[in-house]
């Protein structure tokens, strides 16, 4: 089919251009055609990357469609097949990704990530007339077991794949000491989540805390990963095409769906921000109406603070615990 992308539409002025020059980037989930992983990776590699690793799992055709799309700009892009679910797919990818680079990638972004269907959470579907009892039990049965298991596939591949790529490149940044940073592609659902997508709304929280659990295990190390998750309001890729008319899925949030190549652009300024003022953060960006059917597009910085507080009661009446001795 080829791409049906135009990647000049991603050559960027020179002063967003510069965050990413000379960099070697890595991109999960880059393989899908109109989607946001490729429009990441035509924004890396039409602004002066040194190399742009097209990872894919399944999407073999587009992925080598993109790769060759690239290459036909003189690029020096390349492609990446695994399942970022499994720990063996992912680790045999090391030696080969660092060979093709010259080195470690040291720009990660983590944007693999399914979809559901949908369906209520906690509630069973709605009786049919002159349905039997048994045609039911059985019929919501399946359909308990199969909305589960969608779920199921949206958090492994999200929480599983991002957890497994950052493991592998922070290892390697720490052991070439050389500075990496990861970008992890969250959803505005995490913190303002929508019904009918549970799975995606745990798993897009799910990656809201990886900055901050790296940031604690690197410890002494840490100054040598930037990392921060962002949460995208919709963007219209193939997993949202069928919405992008529909006000009531989107409206809440903007006045119409964003384009792959504005969603690819807003990340390539943020990351030409000072690192100290990205580490260890979460950003949203946030879309307004600017008239003629353009868009203003602005981040802001969403902070996730835990509080705690007494209770009157527990305070009154705490518990005095012994183990009994043996």
Known sequence: MGVTVDPKAFVLPDHLAAAMKGKRVFITGAGKDRGLGQAFAFAAGMNGAASVAIHFHRSYADGLDTVDALEQHGVNAFPVQCDVTSPQDVWSIRSYVIERMGGPPDLIICNSGLSESGYVFGRAPREKDGESSARRRARVRQAFVSNLEESEAVIDTK????????????????????????????????????????????????????????????????????????????????????????????????????????????????????????????????????????????????RLEAVETKLGWSEEEPLVLKVAPE
Do not use: C
């Open 159 to 302: 929480v599983d794949g991002f957890l497994a790529i950052t493991h592998l490149w922070a290892s390697e940044a720490v052991y070439a000491k050389e500075r990496a940073t990861f970008v992890y592609i969250s959803s505005r659902q995490a913190v303002d989540p929508g019904p009918g997508v549970p799975g995606y709304v745990v798993a897009n929280w799910a990656v809201v805390a990886l900055p901050k659990i790296l940031r604690v295990n690197l410890g002494k190390e840490a100054d040598k990963v930037t990392s921060f998750s962002v949460g995208y309001p919709f963007v219209r890729t193939g997993m949202t095409e069928e919405y992008a008319e529909n006000e009531r899925v989107f409206g809440r949030w903007q006045p119409r769906m964003l384009e792959p190549v504005e969603a690819a652009t807003a990340l390539v300024q943020l990351l030409g921000r000072p690192a100290e003022t990205l580490d260890d953060r979460f950003f949203q960006l946030n879309v307004n109406d600017a008239g003629d059917g353009a868009v203003d597009a602005r981040w802001s910085e969403v």
